[in-house]
Protein backbone atom coordinates (compact mmCIF):
# COMPACT_ATOMS: atom_id res chain seq x y z
CA UNK A 1 0.00 0.00 0.00
CA UNK A 2 0.96 3.85 -1.00
CA UNK A 3 1.23 5.92 1.78
CA UNK A 4 1.35 9.19 1.38
CA UNK A 5 2.79 11.25 3.79
CA UNK A 6 3.21 14.98 4.14
CA UNK A 7 6.16 16.66 6.22
CA UNK A 8 5.72 20.39 7.36
CA UNK A 9 8.16 22.61 9.79
CA UNK A 10 10.33 26.09 10.43
CA UNK A 11 13.35 26.56 8.11
CA UNK A 12 16.43 25.54 10.10
CA UNK A 13 18.37 22.29 11.10
CA UNK A 14 16.40 21.56 14.13
CA UNK A 15 13.59 21.02 12.14
CA UNK A 16 14.96 19.97 9.18
CA UNK A 17 17.68 16.53 10.31
CA UNK A 18 14.19 15.01 12.19
CA UNK A 19 12.08 14.85 9.52
CA UNK A 20 14.47 13.43 7.39
CA UNK A 21 15.49 10.85 10.61
CA UNK A 22 11.81 9.93 10.72
CA UNK A 23 11.70 10.05 6.71
CA UNK A 24 14.11 6.95 6.39
CA UNK A 25 12.33 5.04 9.30
CA UNK A 26 9.12 5.65 7.43
CA UNK A 27 10.59 4.33 3.83
CA UNK A 28 12.90 1.61 5.70
CA UNK A 29 9.24 -0.17 6.73
CA UNK A 30 7.22 1.05 3.55
CA UNK A 31 9.56 1.50 0.47
CA UNK A 32 6.23 2.36 -1.45
CA UNK A 33 5.56 5.32 1.13
CA UNK A 34 5.34 8.75 -0.69
CA UNK A 35 6.77 11.07 1.04
CA UNK A 36 6.62 15.57 0.54
CA UNK A 37 7.73 18.26 2.88
CA UNK A 38 5.71 21.29 1.79
CA UNK A 39 7.14 24.62 3.77
CA UNK A 40 9.78 27.36 3.57
CA UNK A 41 12.48 26.64 1.31
CA UNK A 42 15.61 26.85 0.52
CA UNK A 43 17.29 25.73 3.81
CA UNK A 44 17.55 21.86 3.47
CA UNK A 45 16.01 21.74 0.22
CA UNK A 46 19.33 19.94 -0.59
CA UNK A 47 19.14 17.50 2.48
CA UNK A 48 15.39 16.33 1.08
CA UNK A 49 16.37 15.88 -2.32
CA UNK A 50 19.02 13.96 -1.38
CA UNK A 51 17.05 11.80 0.75
CA UNK A 52 14.35 12.07 -2.27
CA UNK A 53 11.80 13.43 -0.57
CA UNK A 54 9.44 15.70 -2.56
CA UNK A 55 9.08 19.26 -1.92
CA UNK A 56 6.45 21.63 -1.98
CA UNK A 57 6.93 25.22 -1.08
CA UNK A 58 5.06 27.71 0.60
CA UNK A 59 5.65 30.97 2.17
CA UNK A 60 4.62 30.65 6.37
CA UNK A 61 4.80 34.37 7.87
CA UNK A 62 6.21 33.98 11.12
CA UNK A 63 3.79 35.56 14.05
CA UNK A 64 4.32 38.83 15.18
CA UNK A 65 5.53 39.17 19.08
CA UNK A 66 6.75 42.80 19.09
CA UNK A 67 6.80 45.65 16.38
CA UNK A 68 10.03 44.93 13.98
CA UNK A 69 10.32 46.77 10.53
CA UNK A 70 9.33 43.24 8.91
CA UNK A 71 6.22 43.27 10.69
CA UNK A 72 3.99 44.34 7.77
CA UNK A 73 5.93 41.83 5.66
CA UNK A 74 5.35 38.91 8.37
CA UNK A 75 1.33 39.94 8.19
CA UNK A 76 1.17 39.67 4.57
CA UNK A 77 2.78 36.14 4.49
CA UNK A 78 0.22 34.59 7.17
CA UNK A 79 -2.49 34.41 4.72
CA UNK A 80 -0.61 34.23 2.15
CA UNK A 81 0.71 30.95 3.53
CA UNK A 82 -2.61 29.31 4.40
CA UNK A 83 -4.07 30.13 0.79
CA UNK A 84 -0.62 27.96 -0.63
CA UNK A 85 -1.01 25.52 2.53
CA UNK A 86 -4.94 24.79 0.89
CA UNK A 87 -3.59 24.28 -2.90
CA UNK A 88 -0.96 22.30 -1.83
CA UNK A 89 -2.94 19.77 0.47
CA UNK A 90 -5.87 19.33 -1.58
CA UNK A 91 -3.29 18.67 -4.57
CA UNK A 92 -1.67 16.14 -2.82
CA UNK A 93 -4.07 14.85 -0.25
CA UNK A 94 -1.68 12.95 2.30
CA UNK A 95 -3.08 10.15 4.70
CA UNK A 96 -1.58 11.96 7.18
CA UNK A 97 0.64 15.11 8.02
CA UNK A 98 3.58 15.29 10.22
CA UNK A 99 4.85 18.70 12.05
CA UNK A 100 7.70 19.41 13.26
CA UNK A 101 7.63 22.76 15.10
CA UNK A 102 8.47 26.15 13.69
CA UNK A 103 6.15 28.65 11.99
CA UNK A 104 6.65 26.78 8.93
CA UNK A 105 4.45 24.06 10.12
CA UNK A 106 1.45 25.93 11.11
CA UNK A 107 -0.20 26.95 8.24
CA UNK A 108 -0.15 23.00 7.09
CA UNK A 109 -1.38 21.67 10.18
CA UNK A 110 -4.31 24.31 10.16
CA UNK A 111 -5.22 23.25 6.53
CA UNK A 112 -4.91 19.69 7.34
CA UNK A 113 -7.32 19.72 10.16
CA UNK A 114 -10.33 21.53 8.01
CA UNK A 115 -9.09 18.64 5.09
CA UNK A 116 -9.85 16.44 8.15
CA UNK A 117 -6.28 14.80 7.72
CA UNK A 118 -4.69 13.27 11.11
CA UNK A 119 -2.27 15.27 12.12
CA UNK A 120 1.02 14.11 14.79
CA UNK A 121 3.10 17.12 15.97
CA UNK A 122 7.12 16.85 17.74
CA UNK A 123 8.22 19.04 19.87
CA UNK A 124 12.06 18.98 20.63
CA UNK A 125 12.57 21.23 23.26
CA UNK A 126 11.60 21.53 27.10
CA UNK A 127 9.48 24.24 26.47
CA UNK A 128 6.94 24.17 23.62
CA UNK A 129 7.42 27.00 21.06
CA UNK A 130 4.47 29.28 20.46
CA UNK A 131 3.77 27.51 17.08
CA UNK A 132 3.60 23.98 18.91
CA UNK A 133 1.15 25.40 21.08
CA UNK A 134 -0.96 26.45 18.46
CA UNK A 135 -0.91 23.42 16.18
CA UNK A 136 -1.00 21.26 19.05
CA UNK A 137 -4.88 21.92 18.97
CA UNK A 138 -5.18 20.70 15.60
CA UNK A 139 -3.77 17.62 16.47
CA UNK A 140 -4.46 14.13 17.18
CA UNK A 141 -1.08 13.59 19.11
CA UNK A 142 2.00 15.81 20.30
CA UNK A 143 5.31 13.87 21.12
CA UNK A 144 7.89 15.36 22.63
CA UNK A 145 11.39 15.00 23.47
CA UNK A 146 11.85 15.95 27.21
CA UNK A 147 9.80 14.35 29.87
CA UNK A 148 6.97 17.37 31.66
CA UNK A 149 7.47 19.61 28.09
CA UNK A 150 6.37 22.62 29.25
CA UNK A 151 3.49 25.24 28.12
CA UNK A 152 1.41 22.82 26.10
CA UNK A 153 -2.32 23.28 25.97
CA UNK A 154 -4.46 21.33 28.40
CA UNK A 155 -6.57 18.43 27.28
CA UNK A 156 -3.88 17.66 24.29
CA UNK A 157 -2.32 13.77 24.09
CA UNK A 158 1.04 13.75 24.73
CA UNK A 159 3.65 10.84 24.21
CA UNK A 160 7.25 11.26 25.18
CA UNK A 161 9.49 9.85 22.89
CA UNK A 162 13.06 11.67 22.15
CA UNK A 163 14.36 13.38 19.67
CA UNK A 164 14.25 11.48 16.42
CA UNK A 165 18.10 11.45 15.25
CA UNK A 166 19.90 9.95 12.06
CA UNK A 167 21.18 6.57 13.05
CA UNK A 168 24.88 7.48 11.35
CA UNK A 169 25.60 10.11 13.33
CA UNK A 170 26.58 6.91 16.06
CA UNK A 171 28.64 5.22 13.26
CA UNK A 172 31.24 7.13 12.84
CA UNK A 173 35.21 6.24 13.22
CA UNK A 174 38.56 7.75 15.28
CA UNK A 175 41.20 6.35 12.41
CA UNK A 176 38.43 7.54 9.36
CA UNK A 177 37.86 10.49 11.26
CA UNK A 178 42.11 11.24 11.29
CA UNK A 179 42.35 11.13 8.10
CA UNK A 180 39.50 12.81 7.00
CA UNK A 181 40.28 15.93 8.96
CA UNK A 182 44.32 15.72 9.03
CA UNK A 183 43.86 15.12 12.81
CA UNK A 184 47.28 14.74 15.09
CA UNK A 185 47.36 12.93 17.98
CA UNK A 186 46.33 15.91 20.37
CA UNK A 187 43.05 15.92 22.25
CA UNK A 188 39.92 17.37 19.85
CA UNK A 189 37.43 19.88 20.74
CA UNK A 190 34.34 19.72 18.54
CA UNK A 191 32.48 23.62 18.28
CA UNK A 192 28.98 23.55 16.61
CA UNK A 193 26.97 26.24 16.66
CA UNK A 194 23.63 24.29 15.12
CA UNK A 195 22.98 24.37 11.26
CA UNK A 196 23.86 27.94 10.61
CA UNK A 197 26.68 28.18 12.81
CA UNK A 198 26.62 30.97 16.04
CA UNK A 199 28.27 34.49 16.11
CA UNK A 200 28.31 34.06 19.99
CA UNK A 201 30.53 31.01 20.18
CA UNK A 202 32.23 31.75 17.03
CA UNK A 203 33.64 35.48 18.83
CA UNK A 204 34.72 33.48 21.59
CA UNK A 205 36.60 30.84 19.96
CA UNK A 206 38.24 33.19 18.46
CA UNK A 207 39.37 35.07 21.39
CA UNK A 208 40.64 31.73 23.18
CA UNK A 209 42.29 30.78 20.34
CA UNK A 210 45.76 30.54 20.94
CA UNK A 211 45.53 29.66 24.15
CA UNK A 212 42.91 26.65 23.50
CA UNK A 213 45.74 25.25 20.92
CA UNK A 214 47.60 24.63 22.99
CA UNK A 215 46.15 21.85 24.71
CA UNK A 216 44.18 20.47 21.70
CA UNK A 217 42.69 20.53 17.77
CA UNK A 218 39.64 21.86 17.12
CA UNK A 219 37.19 21.49 14.64
CA UNK A 220 34.76 24.32 14.26
CA UNK A 221 31.53 24.48 12.25
CA UNK A 222 31.28 27.94 11.82
CA UNK A 223 28.31 28.26 9.56
CA UNK A 224 28.03 28.78 6.20
CA UNK A 225 27.61 32.38 5.71
CA UNK A 226 30.51 33.32 8.04
CA UNK A 227 33.12 31.15 6.95
CA UNK A 228 35.21 33.17 4.72
CA UNK A 229 35.17 36.26 7.73
CA UNK A 230 35.68 33.44 10.18
CA UNK A 231 38.80 32.03 8.43
CA UNK A 232 40.42 35.39 7.35
CA UNK A 233 39.69 36.87 11.15
CA UNK A 234 41.35 33.27 12.54
CA UNK A 235 44.17 33.97 10.13
CA UNK A 236 45.14 37.37 11.99
CA UNK A 237 44.46 36.15 15.37
CA UNK A 238 47.10 33.11 14.94
CA UNK A 239 49.61 34.91 12.75
CA UNK A 240 51.76 35.32 15.92
CA UNK A 241 51.73 31.48 16.48
CA UNK A 242 53.17 30.10 13.54
CA UNK A 243 52.43 26.62 13.04
CA UNK A 244 48.85 27.08 15.04
CA UNK A 245 46.44 26.85 12.20
CA UNK A 246 47.27 23.70 11.08
CA UNK A 247 45.61 22.55 14.57
CA UNK A 248 42.21 24.93 13.70
CA UNK A 249 40.11 23.19 11.39
CA UNK A 250 37.11 25.48 9.89
CA UNK A 251 33.85 24.44 8.23
CA UNK A 252 31.24 26.59 7.37
CA UNK A 253 28.99 23.01 7.76
CA UNK A 254 29.49 19.37 8.66
CA UNK A 255 27.97 17.23 6.20
CA UNK A 256 26.11 14.00 7.54
CA UNK A 257 29.56 12.11 7.27
CA UNK A 258 31.85 14.54 8.39
CA UNK A 259 29.56 15.12 11.14
CA UNK A 260 29.82 11.36 12.28
CA UNK A 261 33.24 11.12 12.39
CA UNK A 262 34.35 14.02 14.36
CA UNK A 263 31.71 12.98 16.99
CA UNK A 264 34.02 10.03 17.25
CA UNK A 265 37.37 12.02 17.53
CA UNK A 266 35.90 14.39 19.48
CA UNK A 267 37.28 14.38 23.42
CA UNK A 268 34.86 17.22 24.06
CA UNK A 269 32.07 19.31 22.74
CA UNK A 270 31.04 23.25 22.81
CA UNK A 271 28.03 23.59 21.65
CA UNK A 272 24.48 25.40 21.13
CA UNK A 273 21.76 23.85 23.08
CA UNK A 274 19.36 22.85 20.53
CA UNK A 275 17.36 19.78 20.78
CA UNK A 276 18.43 18.07 17.72
CA UNK A 277 22.01 18.69 18.61
CA UNK A 278 21.33 17.91 22.16
CA UNK A 279 20.27 14.08 21.52
CA UNK A 280 22.86 13.77 19.00
CA UNK A 281 25.46 14.47 21.65
CA UNK A 282 23.53 12.59 24.01
CA UNK A 283 23.48 9.53 22.01
CA UNK A 284 27.31 9.28 21.47
CA UNK A 285 27.60 10.20 25.00
CA UNK A 286 29.72 13.22 24.17
CA UNK A 287 31.11 15.41 27.35
CA UNK A 288 29.73 18.52 26.66
CA UNK A 289 29.66 22.31 27.19
CA UNK A 290 26.64 23.82 26.42
CA UNK A 291 26.22 27.73 25.53
CA UNK A 292 22.38 28.24 25.13
CA UNK A 293 21.58 30.85 22.45
CA UNK A 294 20.10 33.76 24.64
CA UNK A 295 17.82 35.26 22.20
CA UNK A 296 16.00 31.84 21.07
CA UNK A 297 11.69 31.88 21.36
CA UNK A 298 10.89 31.02 24.92
CA UNK A 299 14.37 30.73 26.03
CA UNK A 300 13.97 26.88 25.27
CA UNK A 301 17.44 26.35 24.67
CA UNK A 302 18.42 27.47 28.22
CA UNK A 303 15.47 24.96 29.43
CA UNK A 304 16.92 22.57 27.44
CA UNK A 305 20.86 22.34 28.85
CA UNK A 306 18.90 23.47 32.51
CA UNK A 307 17.78 20.03 32.20
CA UNK A 308 20.48 18.31 31.42
CA UNK A 309 22.47 20.73 33.82
CA UNK A 310 20.25 19.78 36.83
CA UNK A 311 20.23 15.66 35.54
CA UNK A 312 24.31 15.92 35.80
CA UNK A 313 24.75 15.55 31.72
CA UNK A 314 26.61 18.73 30.97
CA UNK A 315 28.00 21.65 31.63
CA UNK A 316 26.12 25.23 31.00
CA UNK A 317 27.81 28.40 30.25
CA UNK A 318 25.64 31.41 29.59
CA UNK A 319 24.31 34.98 30.58
CA UNK A 320 26.80 38.16 31.86
CA UNK A 321 29.44 35.64 33.75
CA UNK A 322 30.43 34.07 30.08
CA UNK A 323 33.93 35.29 29.52
CA UNK A 324 36.35 33.76 27.14
CA UNK A 325 38.28 32.86 29.98
CA UNK A 326 35.58 31.63 31.97
CA UNK A 327 35.09 29.41 28.66
CA UNK A 328 38.68 28.17 28.18
CA UNK A 329 38.96 27.02 31.97
CA UNK A 330 35.99 24.80 31.70
CA UNK A 331 37.37 23.47 28.39
CA UNK A 332 40.20 22.75 29.64
CA UNK A 333 38.77 21.59 33.19
CA UNK A 334 36.79 19.08 30.89
CA UNK A 335 40.02 18.25 28.85
CA UNK A 336 42.06 17.49 32.14
CA UNK A 337 39.46 14.94 34.41
CA UNK A 338 38.64 11.79 32.63
CA UNK A 339 36.09 11.01 35.55
CA UNK A 340 33.87 13.65 35.04
CA UNK A 341 33.96 13.07 30.67
CA UNK A 342 32.80 9.52 31.73
CA UNK A 343 30.64 10.40 34.20
CA UNK A 344 29.01 13.04 31.89
CA UNK A 345 28.78 10.38 29.14
CA UNK A 346 27.17 7.63 30.84
CA UNK A 347 24.16 9.70 32.40
CA UNK A 348 24.29 11.47 28.60
CA UNK A 349 24.23 8.21 26.70
CA UNK A 350 21.01 6.94 29.31
CA UNK A 351 19.39 9.95 28.38
CA UNK A 352 19.12 9.31 25.01
CA UNK A 353 16.63 8.09 22.94
CA UNK A 354 18.21 6.75 19.83
CA UNK A 355 15.21 4.63 18.57
CA UNK A 356 13.33 7.83 18.54
CA UNK A 357 12.54 8.35 14.84
CA UNK A 358 11.74 4.36 14.76
CA UNK A 359 8.72 4.91 16.96
CA UNK A 360 7.99 7.94 15.56
CA UNK A 361 7.50 6.48 12.13
CA UNK A 362 5.51 3.77 13.54
CA UNK A 363 2.73 5.66 15.44
CA UNK A 364 2.86 7.76 11.90
CA UNK A 365 2.18 4.96 9.52
CA UNK A 366 -0.62 3.59 12.06
CA UNK A 367 -2.64 7.13 12.26
CA UNK A 368 -2.20 6.80 8.41
CA UNK A 369 -3.55 3.24 8.34
CA UNK A 370 -6.60 4.14 10.37
CA UNK A 371 -7.64 7.05 8.10
CA UNK A 372 -6.92 5.21 5.17
CA UNK A 373 -9.34 2.95 6.61
CA UNK A 374 -11.78 5.73 7.84
CA UNK A 375 -12.34 7.23 4.10
CA UNK A 376 -12.22 3.60 2.36
CA UNK A 377 -15.43 2.06 5.38
CA UNK A 378 -12.54 -0.30 6.80
CA UNK A 379 -12.60 -1.63 10.01
Not at 127 to 148: D, M, N, Y
Not at 305 to 315: F, P, W
Not at 346 to 357: G, K, L, N, V, Y
Request: proline share 5%; aromatic share 8%; charged share 20%.
Amino acid sequence: MEFRIALAGGGTGGHVMPLIAIAREIKGRTPAARIRFIGPLPFGSDLFAAEEIEMARIVAGKIPRYLTPSLLTELIKIPVGFAMALWQLFTYMPDIVVGKGGYGMLPVAAVAWLYRIPVVIHESDAVAGLATRIAARFAKLVLVSFPETKGLPKNVSVQVVGNPIRTTVTQGKRQRAQERFGLGLHPLVLVLGGSQGAEQINDLLLRIAPELLRDAEVIHQVGRAREDVFRRELAQVLEAYPGTEQLYHVYGFLNEEELEDAYAAATVTVSRAGAALIFELAAVGMPTILIPLETAAANHQYANAEYLLNAGMVLLLGGKELTPNLLLDQIRWLLQNADLRREFSEHFRAFARPDAAGMIAQLVLEYAQANINKSTGRS
